[in-house]
């Protein structure tokens, strides 16, 4: 860019009905563009808050783009490759994968899917800290997605909290589950917690996310530790109920 | 719809006569005087493939060895033979040959079928068109027999085993017409036309005195129509339908610019790319196509020819991408003392409407920047930088074994129809790309683990769900394959896996079962 952009009005609004609400809660993603989530490889609570937060931010839209899902060869090593049958079943359809090399081909892939206005949205899957991933190339995908409309989620996979220009920025693992109602010794539908630690319009706070019962359920937020106790999440009229 | 005429034309002797029109001699004189044969290589050594007039006079036949033919006549000439140049001449053959009919199709090696349904009546009837063609074949000096039927397996018999020039018309009977002809006849394979005459079933007529169902039974594991004389006899007598596949001339766009000065640098070259791609986005637009596939050629002055091919996600003319692409395949090229002759062609192309172009600078980058890329444009940009197996799109396939599940295919390609998952069936977000072997610490009496170590990290398991149990598909693997349970477990941490346990205590297929982690859940 030889010139920086100004805010655009868009943002500038947001951002002030952001302010009113400065406490983030389920159905605000779409406020955002570029999240960053960071995880342990160990487990796939990442791509699954990842594909939590892409349903919850297009849930009342009957989208039929595909959307792009990335990653590295680390990322496929630790973590596997997407699983088509436990994907959600809205969305398991319309992937397409990109199983790239190297972080650099990786973070190529990933902007030209946030300039590709036939998408919906991208997931991105990168292992550790490695150097082409900086804060410039962090901020190419900000300024691609916020251009062309495009969210980005990208899952930072066993990776320290390096310096990154995305709007939202999760620390997350997995919770232990509510018992299902059928059978109590079985795993339950999905759950994690999640740390805001940095976002640009929120406050940071820390949750349990919970998706509710059924492929592609609505998310669920519990409050861990609340800054503003009397805006109660559960209390809140405009949450989502499943 | 006038009655299915066929003309089948059988060019005798396809390869010798290809050789003599090369040698510009006549049959009978100049070096086709003494005995000469075509030779083909084979494993156990040169092989006869066909044989000239003054060689079968001498006593030697095609498919004989070499040396056994040198014994018979010392003096035998031999030139090797071509049988791709003959495919590719039959081919240019079937496109002349549609003078005479609606359309024609090959029938490899040396003959050719032509749909004359309707057409005689242009020439003044069958026996001109017979006579008219016979006449055209002469002149281009090619030895042919040729047959007119209502179908392609009466035609092709009677050209091969019936009367010069026959005709068996729509009217006629066409079972007492060929009851004569032998059993080759049939367009069988050699083993079966041996298996008929052992039977001693010689004529066509023989067939027809034997019970259908006694022949049916006898033939009855033969599926192909050239392994089974009952279909070949069908499709001789028109009960079987024979589509036969045209040939239809393509012509592949092509675009070149001769340079005056051959080239040596990047730029100029990136400007002849340029304006080919202009051209050839004309060139398309005019036939309402998009290319697939593109092959650049760049002729270098020194005599070397630099190829570089790429294929596209979805069809596309547009110039801008094309040069975009090639741009990224062109850093590796070594010019040399220049390049002077560059060259675009389109091998696969695909039909493309027109559309509307970008209201500002058609195809440019700005346009892109300003309202995003198409999804088979990001494809290809993608796949031309990263390969182009690293974009794919996951499909169902048709297995029990989880990993055999799911296969992966070119992302624009429409999914093949399959079975949806059972929705019962809880599934792993992400699979592990092999199972990873984990250590059970500790296991419940039930026989699930209590306590595993997987990747140097203790997980307790605090809730399971399961086994479902997955059998091995005797019908693709050894009958030693070890059954599947599947757990669906979570561990005091909360984290979801899917584990398995290969085999059963005491199931006679190896030692003690193995347990493994195949899956992560979300």
């Given at each position: 860019m030889s010139q920086p952009s100004p805010l655009s009005p868009a943002i500038i609004a947001r951002s002030r009905a952001a302010e009113q609400v400065a406490q983030w809660r389920p159905g605000l993603a779409e406020s955002c563009r570029h999240s960053e989530i960071f995880a342990s490889?160990?487990?796939a609570s990442g791509a699954g808050l990842a594909l939590a937060l892409a349903l919850d931010a297009s849930l009342d839209t009957s989208d039929e783009r595909a959307w792009l899902w990335v990653q590295d060869k680390a990322a496929r090593r630790l973590g596997g490759r997407p699983y088509r049958p436990g994907l959600p079943r809205g969305l398991r359809h319309r992937l397409i994968h990109v199983a790239a090399d190297s972080a650099q081909d990786a973070l190529f892939a990933l902007e030209e899917g946030l300039r590709c206005r036939d998408l919906a949205f991208v997931i991105g899957e990168i292992a550790g800290n490695p150097r082409a991933l900086g804060f410039t190339a962090s901020r190419r995908l900000s300024l691609a997605a916020e251009r062309h409309g495009v969210p980005l989620w990208l899952v930072r996979l066993d990776a320290a909290r390096d310096l990154g220009s995305a709007r939202l920025r999760w620390e997350t693992r997995s919770a232990p589950s509510l018992p299902p109602r059928w059978n109590a010794a079985a795993a339950g539908a999905p759950a994690w917690q999640a740390e805001l630690f940095r976002a640009h319009t929120y406050q940071p706070g820390r949750w349990v996310l919970r998706q509710a019962a059924g492929q592609g359920g609505a998310l669920l937020a519990e409050g861990l530790r609340q800054a503003q106790p009397e805006r109660d999440l559960d209390l809140n009229p405009a949450i989502r109920s499943a | 719809m006038p009655p299915r005429r066929i003309l089948a034309i059988w060019l005798v002797r396809l390869a010798l006569d290809r050789w003599r029109l090369a040698e510009g001699c006549d049959e009978g004189a100049g070096d086709d005087a003494a005995p000469l044969a075509l030779i083909a290589d084979t494993a156990h050594g040169p092989r006869l493939a066909s044989v000239n007039r003054a060689g079968t006079a001498a006593g030697v036949r095609a498919g004989t060895m070499l040396a056994d033919a040198r014994a018979l006549c010392p003096g035998l000439v031999v030139r090797p033979s071509d049988p791709v140049g003959d495919l590719a001449f039959l081919e240019r053959l079937a496109l002349w040959a549609q003078r005479w009919g609606r359309s024609s199709a090959l029938d490899p090696p040396d003959g050719l079928v032509v749909d004359t349904s309707g057409v005689a009546h242009l020439f003044g009837g069958e026996a001109a068109l017979l006579a008219d063609a016979a006449r055209t074949f002469a002149q281009r000096r090619l030895a042919v027999r040729m047959a007119i039927a209502p179908t392609a397996g009466a035609a092709w018999a009677l050209a091969h085993h019936?009367?010069?020039?026959a005709i068996l018309g729509a009217d006629e009977d066409a079972a007492t017409r060929l009851a004569q002809l032998p059993v080759a006849a049939l367009r069988l394979d050699d083993d079966v036309v041996l298996l008929l005459r052992r039977l001693g079933l010689k004529r066509l007529g023989d067939l027809a005195g034997i019970d259908r169902p006694a022949l049916a039974r006898r033939f009855r594991n033969r599926r192909s129509a050239a392994a089974n004389p009952l279909i070949r006899l069908d499709q001789l007598l028109g009960i079987v339908p024979e589509p036969l596949l045209p040939v239809v001339a393509a012509e592949i766009p092509l675009v070149q610019r001769r340079l005056m000065e051959p080239i040596r640098h990047r730029e100029l070259l990136d400007r002849v790319l340029a304006d080919l791609a202009a051209d050839l986005a004309r060139v398309l637009e005019g036939r309402a196509l998009g290319a697939r596939q593109l092959e650049l050629g760049a002729w270098k002055v020194d005599g070397e020819v630099i190829v570089r091919r790429l294929e596209l996600a979805a069809a596309s003319r547009d110039p801008a991408h094309i040069v975009r692409l090639f741009a990224a395949r062109l850093d590796d090229i070594d010019a040399g003392f220049g390049i002077e002759l560059v060259r675009l062609r389109v091998p696969w192309a695909e039909p493309l409407a027109l559309d509307q172009a970008?209201?500002?600078?058609?195809?440019?980058e700005r346009g892109a920047e300003q309202h995003g890329t198409s999804l088979a444009t990001c494809i290809d940009r993608i796949a031309v930088r990263l390969g182009e197996g690293a974009v794919r799109r996951p499909v169902l396939h048709a297995s029990h074994i989880p990993e055999r599940a799911q296969r992966w295919q070119s992302p624009l390609l429409p999914a093949p129809p399959a079975q949806d998952q059972l929705a019962f069936h809880a599934r792993p977000l992400k699979l592990l790309d092999r199972a990873e072997p984990i250590a059970v610490l500790y296991a419940t009496p039930d026989g699930l683990p209590r306590r595993f170590r997987w990747r140097g990290a203790v997980h307790e398991i605090a809730r399971a769900e399961g086994p479902e149990r997955i059998a091995p598909e005797w019908w693709r693997e050894r009958g030693t394959a070890r059954l599947r349970d599947y757990y669906r477990i979570e561990d005091d941490a909360g984290a979801r896996y899917w584990i398995y346990r290969l085999g059963l205590a005491g199931d006679g297929r190896g030692g003690a079962p193995e347990w493994f982690l195949q899956g992560l859940c979300a």
């Amino acid at each position: 860019m030889s010139q920086p952009s100004p805010l655009s009005p868009a943002i500038i609004a947001r951002s002030r009905a952001a302010e009113q609400v400065a406490q983030w809660r389920p159905g605000l993603a779409e406020s955002c563009r570029h999240s960053e989530i960071f995880a342990s490889a160990a487990e796939a609570s990442g791509a699954g808050l990842a594909l939590a937060l892409a349903l919850d931010a297009s849930l009342d839209t009957s989208d039929e783009r595909a959307w792009l899902w990335v990653q590295d060869k680390a990322a496929r090593r630790l973590g596997g490759r997407p699983y088509r049958p436990g994907l959600p079943r809205g969305l398991r359809h319309r992937l397409i994968h990109v199983a790239a090399d190297s972080a650099q081909d990786a973070l190529f892939a990933l902007e030209e899917g946030l300039r590709c206005r036939d998408l919906a949205f991208v997931i991105g899957e990168i292992a550790g800290n490695p150097r082409a991933l900086g804060f410039t190339a962090s901020r190419r995908l900000s300024l691609a997605a916020e251009r062309h409309g495009v969210p980005l989620w990208l899952v930072r996979l066993d990776a320290a909290r390096d310096l990154g220009s995305a709007r939202l920025r999760w620390e997350t693992r997995s919770a232990p589950s509510l018992p299902p109602r059928w059978n109590a010794a079985a795993a339950g539908a999905p759950a994690w917690q999640a740390e805001l630690f940095r976002a640009h319009t929120y406050q940071p706070g820390r949750w349990v996310l919970r998706q509710a019962a059924g492929q592609g359920g609505a998310l669920l937020a519990e409050g861990l530790r609340q800054a503003q106790p009397e805006r109660d999440l559960d209390l809140n009229p405009a949450i989502r109920s499943a | 719809m006038p009655p299915r005429r066929i003309l089948a034309i059988w060019l005798v002797r396809l390869a010798l006569d290809r050789w003599r029109l090369a040698e510009g001699c006549d049959e009978g004189a100049g070096d086709d005087a003494a005995p000469l044969a075509l030779i083909a290589d084979t494993a156990h050594g040169p092989r006869l493939a066909s044989v000239n007039r003054a060689g079968t006079a001498a006593g030697v036949r095609a498919g004989t060895m070499l040396a056994d033919a040198r014994a018979l006549c010392p003096g035998l000439v031999v030139r090797p033979s071509d049988p791709v140049g003959d495919l590719a001449f039959l081919e240019r053959l079937a496109l002349w040959a549609q003078r005479w009919g609606r359309s024609s199709a090959l029938d490899p090696p040396d003959g050719l079928v032509v749909d004359t349904s309707g057409v005689a009546h242009l020439f003044g009837g069958e026996a001109a068109l017979l006579a008219d063609a016979a006449r055209t074949f002469a002149q281009r000096r090619l030895a042919v027999r040729m047959a007119i039927a209502p179908t392609a397996g009466a035609a092709w018999a009677l050209a091969h085993h019936g009367p010069a020039n026959a005709i068996l018309g729509a009217d006629e009977d066409a079972a007492t017409r060929l009851a004569q002809l032998p059993v080759a006849a049939l367009r069988l394979d050699d083993d079966v036309v041996l298996l008929l005459r052992r039977l001693g079933l010689k004529r066509l007529g023989d067939l027809a005195g034997i019970d259908r169902p006694a022949l049916a039974r006898r033939f009855r594991n033969r599926r192909s129509a050239a392994a089974n004389p009952l279909i070949r006899l069908d499709q001789l007598l028109g009960i079987v339908p024979e589509p036969l596949l045209p040939v239809v001339a393509a012509e592949i766009p092509l675009v070149q610019r001769r340079l005056m000065e051959p080239i040596r640098h990047r730029e100029l070259l990136d400007r002849v790319l340029a304006d080919l791609a202009a051209d050839l986005a004309r060139v398309l637009e005019g036939r309402a196509l998009g290319a697939r596939q593109l092959e650049l050629g760049a002729w270098k002055v020194d005599g070397e020819v630099i190829v570089r091919r790429l294929e596209l996600a979805a069809a596309s003319r547009d110039p801008a991408h094309i040069v975009r692409l090639f741009a990224a395949r062109l850093d590796d090229i070594d010019a040399g003392f220049g390049i002077e002759l560059v060259r675009l062609r389109v091998p696969w192309a695909e039909p493309l409407a027109l559309d509307q172009a970008d209201l500002e600078e058609p195809g440019s980058e700005r346009g892109a920047e300003q309202h995003g890329t198409s999804l088979a444009t990001c494809i290809d940009r993608i796949a031309v930088r990263l390969g182009e197996g690293a974009v794919r799109r996951p499909v169902l396939h048709a297995s029990h074994i989880p990993e055999r599940a799911q296969r992966w295919q070119s992302p624009l390609l429409p999914a093949p129809p399959a079975q949806d998952q059972l929705a019962f069936h809880a599934r792993p977000l992400k699979l592990l790309d092999r199972a990873e072997p984990i250590a059970v610490l500790y296991a419940t009496p039930d026989g699930l683990p209590r306590r595993f170590r997987w990747r140097g990290a203790v997980h307790e398991i605090a809730r399971a769900e399961g086994p479902e149990r997955i059998a091995p598909e005797w019908w693709r693997e050894r009958g030693t394959a070890r059954l599947r349970d599947y757990y669906r477990i979570e561990d005091d941490a909360g984290a979801r896996y899917w584990i398995y346990r290969l085999g059963l205590a005491g199931d006679g297929r190896g030692g003690a079962p193995e347990w493994f982690l195949q899956g992560l859940c979300a």
